[in-house]
């Protein structure tokens, strides 16, 4: 057996070369404690291991990194290794239950697999519930499927045979309309749950009963009472897509918003009862960005009916009044201020080639681009025929998008 102190020993005076790893037979950290022990790291986790070590209880050492005792029938201790007492996995500290959990009332353990098996049949084991299980009791528990998976379909409740005289998993569903009703079905499963662990599992009737409303109480919990839209916000999401973003819906009206409004699956969040069980519709959906009300603002003035020249001004004072919104969306390593910029992002938005030399000879409005015999551009350095074609075509989509 190892021994703490001695453990803590080897860490503190030779922990820069791993030696008390090699101690714990871990070799692995202990060759890797030799190849970095040049640069005095090993050296100073070593004295955090010293520390660990010494603060560390001999149970916590002993559980971690030796055998434990048991007793046999006759009290007499015998040392064995630290395994499951269902399926015999090794306990180490990645197996082994949080908080002391998982021991029986005859010495044994049990794995976290198998913990949470056991606590699926009965949710106040995982608590340190008072009742008594030993390690015969919960094999004979263990052996038999008592659980559905989670991961397992549910296609109809004949194939799971989730019935119970007139009561089946859709009659119990049927009146989970609100949130607040899944608390409810809850509570009805943990008291069918308590009275088929009453009768010492062996009534058939609380056994059926209690598998039915323990599934029941899993799909209620993933039934969608609201959705939340949440789009991808840009410069060029439109206003009437800001005015109903982050906004909420009850699923009765979800299909009609969504066609209204429109959004991938992606954008449509939905929250379920999981969701809402212990918290309010307020506190789980999805806030609105700190540049939201900016970023409304600049639709309101780019969708309006003013001059351009006006709107550009008007996006200036926007980008002054909340420098965060402009660093979101505008280039700040420029001259240029955010009513250029987006001007020029209008126009390449259309495919105007060479935006900034043409800006610059006096372009800054599509009136200025349609009013323009196309023969004119062609004098400009640098559009080319290929250029002039381009220009001509996103002159056109101009005059379609654009009224004069």
Request: hydrophobic content about 35%.
């Amino acid at each position: 057996m190892k021994n703490r102190e001695t453990t803590a020993i080897l860490a503190l005076f030779f922990g820069g070369l791993g030696v008390h790893r090699f101690y714990l037979n871990q070799p692995a950290l202990g060759v890797f404690y030799l190849l970095f022990c040049w640069t005095l790291i090993p050296s100073f986790l070593g004295l955090i291991d010293f520390i660990v070590f010494l603060s560390m209880s001999r149970k916590m050492f002993d559980l971690k990194y030796n055998l434990m005792m048991n007793m046999r029938s006759d009290m007499s201790p015998v040392i064995v290794p630290i395994h499951c007492a269902n399926c015999n996995t090794k306990l180490t500290f990645m197996t082994t239950p949080n908080f002391g959990e998982g021991k029986l009332s005859d010495g044994g353990r049990l794995c976290r697999e198998c913990l949470l098996k056991i606590v699926r049949i009965d949710a106040d084991f995982g608590m340190n519930s008072k009742k008594q299980y030993d390690t015969l009791k919960i094999k004979e528990l263990l052996s038999k499927p008592k659980v559905v998976k989670e991961s397992t379909p549910i296609s109809s409740t004949k194939t799971l045979n989730l019935q119970q005289g007139d009561v089946t998993l859709k009659s119990i569903l049927a009146p989970i309309n609100k949130p607040e009703d899944i608390k409810k079905l809850e509570r009805e499963s943990d008291r069918y749950s308590d009275k088929y662990a009453d009768s010492n599992y062996k009534n058939a009737k609380y056994k059926k009963l209690s598998k039915l409303y323990e599934e029941a109480f899993r799909q209620a919990c993933d039934i969608v009472f609201y959705y939340q839209f949440v789009p991808d916000l840009d410069l060029d999401t439109p206003k009437h897509i800001m005015d109903f973003a982050f906004k909420t819906v009850e699923k009765s009206e979800y299909s009609i918003k969504r066609r209204k409004v429109g959004g991938t699956d992606r954008e449509w969040n939905e929250i379920t009862g999981d969701d809402l069980y212990d918290s309010k519709l307020s506190e789980v959906v999805e806030e609105p960005p700190f540049y939201y009300d900016s970023l409304l603002k600049f639709r309101q003035i780019v969708e309006s009916d003013i001059s351009f020249e006006e709107k550009k001004n008007s996006i200036n004072d926007l980008a002054k009044s909340d420098r965060s919104f402009f660093d979101e969306f505008f280039e700040r390593d420029t001259k240029e201020s955010a009513g250029e910029q987006w001007i020029k992002i209008f126009f390449r938005s259309f495919g105007i080639p060479l935006v900034d030399r043409l800006y610059d000879l006096g372009y800054d409005s599509p009136m200025k681009f349609m009013e323009t015999d196309i023969e004119s551009f062609k004098d400009i350095n640098g559009l080319g025929p290929q250029k002039i074609e381009q220009l001509q075509v996103a002159i056109q989509k101009m005059k379609k998008n654009i009224s004069c």
